[in-house]
């Protein structure tokens, strides 16, 4: 399509907008509301890339990946296989609560942790009062066989 042709699209501002490069040549600025309507179409499934760039005059094969990740869209379709599972599986009961169950184990285990560093710092005090009143090392040196 030539430019003349795309003006009858062009009256809508979500479409796009030509610029003059540098080097003389017309160019092409697609608006965001444009590039989110493309993603939003590709990602619904009603069209593939190829068939939105053709009906658009979209140019460039990279066009689709650049504008996803620049307005921060991900392709499922793009992810390897064990990701996408995970992405794309729901959690059954039994998962939610093997999931409940780990969250209370670990705050059980972070708890035992607080009172075993708090039992550590007491003995460290009572071995430092009984070397300092008693004038006897405890500790063994780091130098010592």
């Known amino acids: 399509m030539t430019r003349p042709e795309m003006g009858l699209r062009n009256k809508d501002p979500m479409i796009r907008k030509y610029i003059e490069r540098?080097?003389?040549?017309?160019?092409v600025r697609y608006t965001e509301a444009f590039k989110r309507a493309m993603i939003e179409e590709?990602?619904?499934g009603t069209a593939t890339k190829k068939e939105l760039s053709e009906k658009h005059g979209i140019r460039g094969k990279g066009a689709f990946q650049s504008w996803m990740r620049e307005l921060g869209y991900v392709d499922l379709r793009?992810?390897?296989?064990?990701?996408?599972?995970t992405v794309t599986t729901p959690m059954s009961k039994l998962e939610e609560q093997d999931i409940n169950e780990l969250r209370k184990r670990?705050?059980?285990?972070?708890?035992?942790?607080?009172?075993?560093?708090l039992r550590?710092?007491?003995y460290a005090r009572l071995i430092e009062l009984a070397e300092r009143e008693q004038g006897v090392s405890i500790r063994?040196?780091?130098n010592t066989k």
């Open 106 to 117: 670990i705050k059980e285990l972070e708890r035992e942790l607080d009172d075993e560093k």
């Open 22 to 27: 540098k080097d003389g040549r017309e160019g």
């Open 120 to 122: 550590s710092e007491a």
């Open 42 to 44: 590709y990602l619904h």
């Open 78 to 85: 793009m992810l390897p296989a064990h990701v996408k599972a």
């Open 140 to 142: 063994k040196k780091d």
